[in-house]
């Protein structure tokens, strides 16, 4: 089955500057990859995804590129604020929605 | 719009009682998904749901775990006998068949005693 890696695990970065996160997938077939965003005592919120068929995508401060070849796709967020802060998750599916396998997520902490 | 509505939020139980965790999907989704997260294990698919017929039960991690969709607004994930080891958080979430987003539930946090 597909298998997801997500790193760092951690992430700090004063508020302003770029973070970065990078996950890799084992399954050449997925082809949809979404990433959440989870607040503490909440569920996963979808904040972007990219289909295969496309190499980027960018929703204002937030980016993701996606490496079909290298299996790797990245979660870009720039001008980092405060309310950034949150363990964000990547995801890997075949076929839209169905059956995602998630990474194992990566905390995030903007310092003001 | 409610979102994903989940109940209870925090439920307490000693080892051994059956324990019942409800989910009402958003209206018009035909797909339900049920979700564990644990520090160890992160987020684990458990079972899903497409018009109400499971379609994957995987990810159950044994038969003390059964799922059930009576019909397309309710589901129940319950474990029957609880053990500590199945303290977690579980997500219900819902999403359509032309669809992509998974919407999630704010969670379930289980804790056995």
């Known amino acids: 089955g597909e298998n997801v890696e997500q790193h760092p695990s951690t992430l700090s970065v004063q508020e302003g500057d770029s973070a970065v996160i990078k996950c890799t997938y084992s399954?050449?077939?997925?082809?949809?990859f979404p990433w959440y965003k989870q607040e503490l005592g909440k569920g996963p919120q979808l904040i972007i995804d990219?289909?295969?068929?496309?190499g980027e995508k960018k929703d204002q401060r937030i980016a993701v590129t996606l490496n079909k070849t290298a299996k790797h796709f990245s979660l870009h967020i720039t001008e980092t604020q405060p309310e950034d802060s949150a363990v964000y998750f990547c995801?890997?599916?075949?076929?839209?929605?169905?059956?995602?396998?998630f990474g194992s997520g990566t905390q995030l902490t903007v310092l003001p | 719009d409610a979102g994903v509505i989940q109940s209870p939020r925090h439920e307490v139980t000693e080892m051994g009682q059956e324990v019942t965790l409800r989910c009402k999907p958003i209206?018009?989704?035909?797909?339900l998904f049920w979700y564990r997260q644990t520090m160890m294990r992160g987020l684990e698919l458990l079972i899903y749901?497409?018009?109400?017929?499971?379609?994957?039960d995987s990810g159950m991690p044994e038969d003390r775990f059964s799922a059930k969709m009576p019909n397309a607004s309710f589901s129940t994930l319950k474990i029957q006998p609880s053990e500590p080891r199945d303290s977690a958080v579980y997500f219900c979430?819902?999403?359509?068949?032309?669809?992509?987003?998974?919407?999630f539930g704010p969670g379930t946090r289980l804790t056995v005693l």
């Open positions: 979430a819902s999403t359509t068949t032309v669809g992509d987003t998974q919407y």
């Open positions: 399954d050449s077939a997925s082809n949809y």
């Open positions: 990219i289909r295969s068929n496309v």
């Open positions: 995801a890997a599916s075949r076929g839209s929605a169905r059956q995602l396998t």
């Open positions: 209206s018009g989704h035909d797909y």
């Open positions: 749901f497409n018009n109400n017929v499971p379609i994957d």
